[in-house]
């Protein structure tokens, strides 16, 4: 099996790898240039881009709207999430499969589209744009993610487990907190992880979707953009790429240590 | 302790009917088996009587109070599942203890408890370990320990053997029989198994598709089935039309064309009527194949021959030509099972067949 053909297969492997991940190096790497253009050759190591990103009140603005935004809408779509998948998965519900068809759908229509549809919806209502309405188009596209992790989990609980709690004394509600909740934890918060990461990095819907004078930190990169290619932006892409990978990549150690308890 | 009826229940599912018109008693401290293939309504009265299903007719009492309206955290139930059911996230002492969490119980004496449930189940050092460091019948136990430690009116077991190996099962069986008799504590036992049931019962209600075919005692339903399915669910029986001849309160004659006339005690065929028709049941254990020219006192033998050789280690199971009919004969082992194509005598003795009325 470790013909020429095993070799091409290997290096293409390779060469796809180097070009989707080479660009995010590079940012990486500019913003620790001393350089005043974001650009190559490097002329020495220097924190000053970082420095300057911790002094610019527009950034530092952004940085606190998509944080605020960000938990906001993990804890709204966790909550609708694990309540909508004890509906779907433990109750009858009439329309069961239309509803969570509904529910999963924002995953499957092209983002912009949706963007459009509940700007026109806001429009029609005669709404203006607000930070809530903002959140709330977060919401409804991160909800699918939490939906198929949570549901997916859900279905691994045997029911029998909740049925035992209950014979023992324990009325539905405390079954709940005390079994069901707890066995559902690494997937309540890798869903968690998802919204918070798929709202701290979208751009096409916040663009749509923010009132005037409210800038995420993705909506800013872009407008900084239109002007210069400021060496700050690589240093913002850096703290971005920290925490849009580091938080899932934390979030799986806490699962992996929630699982190991229950004695694997 | 504690009484547990069923006042003609009935549990529909949709157009499906579950459970017909089902009336039950059992008495304080009986160990009653609800028996019967998958499907037959058995689960389905269990979880009524835990509240785990709402009855579509009819009451469930306990003690003589109607519990149809009271939920289930507040029937004070042990339930056993056949999949054990413990909480994975919790060890085997919080397992035990979390029905005592909802008690009015001490911190002393909930460990107090713990301990003495423990020990029962002869399980008294794993407290602090999780379900999963457990082998299956470990957990079966802790299971059955966190149900008997809340001192429940009724312990409900829902075929709690049937996950476990052959050899674990029956180990399994003798005690689980061995604690019940020491807490003394009203049980429903649902179970598909015959011998299981045989075995653990002092009742044993014998169901199918939903209805009660027979309620008695193991020997009862063994010895005097009521019914041709109980005569064929518990264990194998050769069942042979005939027509009743005679019959007086203590012996019934019956003619079947294979064998001639035989008396069945009237005990054994309390639905026989004189002049109509009539089913012998004849239990495979009690056919005794011998040599062709074998003759017994006080038996009827008639001549066959062997079609089919089922061998089972310490016994075998034949299925016997006789005529047009084939008679099924489980029999120990002699030195060495008869062969395929052998003529042999079949005997058995009156007295060990039964009768059921014609339908």
């Known amino acids: ?264 | 302790m504690s009484t547990v009826a069923l006042e003609n229940v009935v549990k529909r599912f949709g157009t499906f009917t579950a459970v017909h018109q089902t009336s039950l008693e059992m008495d304080d401290g009986e160990f009653v088996t609800l028996l019967g293939p998958s499907g037959c309504g058995k689960t389905t009265n269990l979880r009524m009587i835990a509240g785990l299903l709402d009855p579509t007719e009819g009451n469930i009492l306990i003690n003589g109070q109607r519990i149809n309206d009271v939920p289930i955290h507040k029937r004070n139930l042990g339930i056993v599942f056949q999949n054990y059911a413990l909480f994975p996230h919790k060890t085997v002492a919080e397992n035990v203890a979390f029905g005592l969490k909802y008690r009015d119980v001490s911190r002393a004496e909930m460990e107090e408890r713990v301990r003495r449930a423990l020990d029962l189940v002869q399980l008294p050092d794993s407290g602090a370990k999780y379900p999963k460091a457990l082998s299956g019948g470990q957990q079966q136990r802790i299971a059955l320990a966190r149900a008997i430690v809340i001192e429940p009116s009724v312990l409900l077991l829902d075929e709690p053997l049937s996950a476990l190996d052959a050899n674990l099962r029956e180990d399994m069986r003798i005690e689980l029989k061995r604690i019940q008799d020491r807490i003394g504590v009203t049980t429903v036992f649902v179970t598909h198994d015959q011998s299981e049931a045989l075995a653990m019962s002092d009742k044993i209600v014998v169901m199918s598709a939903g209805h009660v075919e027979q309620v008695g005692t193991p020997e009862e339903v063994y010895n005097a089935p009521g019914s041709e399915f109980v005569a064929n669910f518990l264990g194998a029986s050769n069942i042979l039309d005939g027509t009743c001849e005679q019959a007086d309160g203590t012996a019934v004659l019956i003619d079947v064309p294979l064998l001639g006339r035989i008396t069945v005690p009237r005990a054994k065929a309390p639905a026989v009527r004189p002049g109509a028709g009539a089913k012998l049941v004849l239990r495979a254990e009690k056919l005794v194949l011998a040599g062709e020219d074998a003759r017994k006192e006080d038996t009827i033998s008639i001549p066959g021959v062997v079609e089919t050789v089922d061998y089972q280690g310490q016994a075998v199971r034949y299925f016997v030509r006789s005529g047009e009919t084939q008679l099924q004969a489980i029999n120990m082992i002699d030195e060495r099972p008869f062969a395929k194509g052998q003529p042999v005598s079949l005997h058995f003795r009156q007295r060990d067949c039964a009768a059921l009325g014609a339908e």
């Open chain 1, 1 to 264: 099996m470790r013909g020429w053909g095993w070799q091409a297969i290997r290096a293409w492997t390779l060469l796809v790898y180097a070009f989707m991940f080479l660009p995010i190096a590079v940012v990486v790497l500019l913003s620790f240039n001393a350089n005043q253009f974001g650009s190559f050759p490097m002329t020495g190591f220097s924190l000053q881009w970082f420095v300057e990103l911790s002094q610019n009140d527009a950034i530092l603005r952004a940085f606190r709207t998509s944080l605020l935004l960000g938990a906001l809408t993990a804890a709204i779509s966790t909550t609708l999430g694990v309540l909508a998948s004890l509906a779907l998965v433990r109750y009858r519900v009439p329309g069961e499969n239309i509803i969570s068809t509904m529910l999963i759908a924002p995953i499957l229509v092209p983002e912009v589209v949706l963007a459009v549809a509940l700007l026109l919806f806001l429009n029609f209502l005669s709404l203006p744009k607000s930070f809530p309405l903002l959140l709330m188009g977060h919401v409804i596209f991160t909800l699918p993610f939490v939906l198929l992790v949570v549901q997916a989990r859900l279905v691994s609980i045997r029911r029998d487990v909740e049925e035992a709690a209950m014979s023992l004394g324990a009325s539905p509600m405390q079954t709940f907190f005390q079994i069901t909740l707890p066995l559902l934890m690494p997937a309540v918060l890798a869903g968690a992880l998802f919204a918070f990461t798929i709202s701290f990095d979208d751009i096409t819907g916040t663009l749509f979707w923010k009132p005037g004078g409210v800038e995420t930190v993705p909506t800013q990169i872009f407008a900084m953009l239109r002007n210069s290619i400021s060496p700050e932006i690589n240093a913002l892409g850096t703290v971005m790429i920290l925490i849009t990978v580091g938080l899932p990549l934390l979030g799986l150690a806490i699962a992996r240590k929630i699982n190991q308890k229950s004695g694997a």
